[in-house]
């Protein structure tokens, strides 16, 4: 499964959007590179094709949530060192859940948009995007947010994410191999990258359909745009 951002062309009306300033919202800064780019592609390069294209595969279908017959998306663009996403998430993603997704009516789909300026948001994504090609990304997510003050100024904060996922049902010598080998940082800069080409410069940003959500804001914003994507799915649908 492919999520609607990564691998689709954006309607043109999101080429122009930019979200710079936005209240309750982290501004992103472009640019921001995956580290130790050198040895990662090689790293990735030695891999076989057929072991990689399928690690892949694996954490990018884990990273969404939800029914596959679902045809309305909620798509999250999000960094795990960014504050307002960490209250969009604590708040505002449990009813989304609740009322949405366990009922059958939307997917959820979360891409990688670690800012620059966060120190420890690369490591933050790589440990939950290894940890989704085990099936584990949502429960790894909860424990990065739920820690996000411990961690977010650690000099070391790949032993912390290595500590926090030891207490989850992994295969953890697979996912620490995924980590040191930077396996899934070209999927991370792909979701940057797709990132800054659409305009998005704040997190937490979402795409619902058509319309555009930015920053941590309330259920009831959610529920509207949700609301109104799914009347509209209901009316495009073939009646045969």
Known sequence: MHLPLRTSRPPTYLLA????AVAGACDSLPGAESPASGATAAAVQAAPDSARDALVRRADNGRIMGSD??????????????????VWHDETAPLIEREYVRTGRIRIAY????????RNAWPAHESAMCAAEQGAFWPVADAIFATQRRWKDLADAPAFFDSLTSTLALDHA?????????????????????????????TPSFFIGTRVLVGAQPYEAFKRALDEALAEARTAKPTG
Do not use: M
């Open 17 to 20: 959007l930019a979200f710079a």
């Open 69 to 86: 017959s679902s045809t309305v998306w909620l798509v999250v663009l999000s960094d795990f060192q960014c504050p307002y996403c960490k």
């Open 111 to 118: 891409l990688n948009l670690p800012i620059s300026s966060h």
């Open 174 to 202: 697979r996912l620490r191999a995924c980590i040191a080998g930077g396996q899934l940082r070209p999927l991370i800069k792909a979701d940057l990258d797709r990132a800054t080409r659409i305009g998005v410069g704040s």
